[in-house]
């Protein structure tokens, strides 16, 4: 019952643009789209999260389409340390209930030098 | 503290025993999950707690697992007679709760191997 699709993995020159989708098509209008990131024997890291707008921050961009039923992830100079897994979670954050994060498979990002 | 921390990092333990893994969240931060990742596997979800609420205790895999969380404190992770599939890293994270700020740190884990 995975609420995203990511492809399971990718390949990225470093010093080049890596550029991760993710689809997210039965996602409701509450529903936050969430991103982290697990570097080899580390805890998961959140990167960025956003509804509707696309979102900037030190890290990354996210672009969020129109219809909102997908989403990329924009690391704009990849380096050899952003080699990871990175999940793509789709989240409803209304602030009631139980709520875990559900993570899914990921996609590994493999940078290249 | 500055991060979410958890003991022990790696843990040996007989098969049958108990054991109690510990989860120091971020200080203020009202909403703690727990998972376990399997070698070369993904998060599985096993609880969340958030403030005083009833804990979702829907992603726990038997009635060998537990957890409690004293107020909006440490938690603490019991599984009582392990077994091998149980070996895997067991992460904690915390955030500030639902809503706007659910941004969750997660510590780096603690290690079960059971043998």
Redesign the interface.
Known sequence: DAKTTQPPSMDCAEGRAANLPCNHSTISGNE?V?W?R?IHS?????II?GLKNNETNEMASLIITEDRKSSTLILPHATLRDTAVY?CIV?E??????????????THLIIQP | GAG?SQSPSNKVTEKGKDVELRCDPISGHTAL?W?RQRLGQ??E?L??F?GN????K??LPSDRFSAERTGESVSTLTIQRTQQEDSAVY?C?SSLG???Y????????TRLTVV
């Open positions: 936050y969430y982290y697990q580390q805890g998961p890291q959140y999260h999940y989240r954050t209304s602030g009631g209930g139980a709520d875990g994060l559900t993570f899914g498979k990921g | 979410v999950y998972y993904g998060l979800f609880i969340y958030q609420s009833a804990p979702d829907s992603g992460l994270a639902p809503g706007r659910t941004e969750a740190f997660f510590g780096q884990g």
